[in-house]
T-cell receptor, first 111, second 114 residues
């Protein structure tokens, strides 16, 4: 079936460094690519999303890029802070009915 | 703010018991979802509903059923709990039918089946 591959599964950075998480997908009909952040003890929360008609979107320190030809999209966090430590999930819509989530990336930012 | 609440944060049940997990959203959302979250496997969709009394199977519906009698409430039922259903269960809702709306998640229920 359709899936989304997410890498890396864990990522450790120093405060102030950048972090990049990459996802690849298989459904060429996908047109929506959200990223969710899950803090300890909480449910995931949408932090940024991108639709297939744009290649990049930024919101302060976070950005998402999309390459539809190669079927991959990435989350970029600049100037990381300890509060960025969390599990991040990418997702894309499958056949217009539901989201398929990646397996998650645990980001640790050390000060 | 959208609020999605789940009836329990932690639940311990015995093998073979019937288990009900309740989810309520307060924003008149059409869509509601149940996921399970396991280490290394991410979020996997069990069932979703786009309207009252409507339900659709997700990727892993086996061993589960759901009920949506009212728009704001979506229940996940484990007819006969088994140890391999020990997991974190997350409920979510989104405003309108279709897959491009923001999903709002509850805090999760950690279920242990002994």
């Amino acid at each position: 079936g359709e899936n989304v591959e997410q890498h890396p599964s864990t990522l450790s950075v120093q405060e102030g460094d950048s972090a990049v998480i990459k996802c690849t997908y298989s459904d060429s009909a996908s047109n929506y690519f959200p990223w969710y952040k899950q803090e300890l003890g909480k449910g995931p929360q949408l932090i940024i999303d991108i639709r297939s008609n744009v290649g990049e979107k930024k919101d302060q320190r976070i950005a998402v890029t999309l390459n539809k030809t190669a079927k991959h999209f990435s989350l970029h966090i600049t100037e990381t802070q300890p509060e960025d430590s969390a599990v991040y999930f990418c997702a894309n819509n499958q056949a217009g009915t539901a989201l398929i989530f990646g397996k998650g990336t645990t980001l640790s930012v050390s000060s | 703010d959208v609020k999605v609440t789940q009836s329990s944060r932690y639940l311990v049940k015995r093998t073979g018991e019937k288990v009900f997990l309740e989810c309520v959203q307060d924003m008149d959302h059409e869509n509601m979802f149940w996921y399970r979250q396991d280490p290394g496997l991410g979020l996997r969709l069990i069932y979703f509903s786009y309207d009252v009394k409507m339900k659709e199977k997700g990727d892993i519906p086996e061993g589960y059923s759901v009920s949506r009698e009212k728009k704001e409430r979506f229940s996940l039922i484990l007819e006969s709990a088994s140890t391999n259903q020990t997991s974190m269960y997350l409920c979510a809702s989104s405003l309108s039918p279709g897959s491009t709306d923001t999903q709002y998640f509850g805090p999760g229920t950690r279920l242990t089946v002994l």
